[in-house]
């Protein structure tokens, strides 16, 4: 990338253009949403389920089923205590066991976000502590693993994040990790 202009910024993101070259050096523009990242969680309880969220996307205008996540929009906050901070505040849990599972880019043509995704294992309750609209009208769901990978497979939760990290997180257990 050559040269990156911000031509707006709201909370946490900022549209851009920036001017990139070709493997042959030609120079083009692209405008993209530039993004700090987020961090997503598949948190699995001892019996098998997974805590997930109803919660509403108003690029969508619906409701969206999804795993518990949230903006790296602490400067410097590493991506576990991103993770972990986002968990308890979104759903109500802490997890002595965590592993991380990879990397998720949503949309590479339109933003340069990337969500950084782990699995949450040994859970217990803890306060809510959820900010923004959004959050106040989240509601919580346990899935059974298996369950939630069949919604998956019917179309029932299409969130990229999620279905990324379902997928990874039920070969990690598969596998005895």
């Not at 070259?21 to 309880?45: C, H, I, K, Q, Y």
């Amino acid at each position: 990338m050559r040269e990156k202009k911000e031509l707006h910024s709201w909370g946490v993101w900022s549209l851009v253009e920036a001017t990139v070259a070709n493997s042959d050096g030609e120079l083009f523009e692209r405008t993209f949403v530039d993004s700090p990242g987020a961090v997503g969680a598949v948190a699995v309880t001892a019996d098998g389920d997974v805590v997930m969220v109803w919660q509403y996307r108003a690029p969508l205008d619906a409701m969206n089923l999804e795993i518990p996540a949230g903006m790296r929009d602490v400067d410097g906050e590493d991506i576990l205590l991103t993770a972990q901070r986002e968990l308890a505040e979104e759903v109500g849990f802490v997890a002595k066991k965590w592993d991380y599972l990879g990397n998720c880019v949503s949309a590479a043509g339109m933003t340069n976000s990337v969500v950084s995704l782990f699995l949450a294992r040994d859970l217990s309750r803890v306060d809510l502590d959820r900010h923004g609209p959004e959050e106040q009208e989240m509601q919580i769901s346990l899935i059974g693993l298996d369950d939630a990978l069949q919604m998956v497979e019917d179309g029932s939760i299409t969130d990229a994040k999620s279905v990324m990290g379902l997928m990874l997180a039920h070969r990690r257990i598969a596998r005895g990790q």
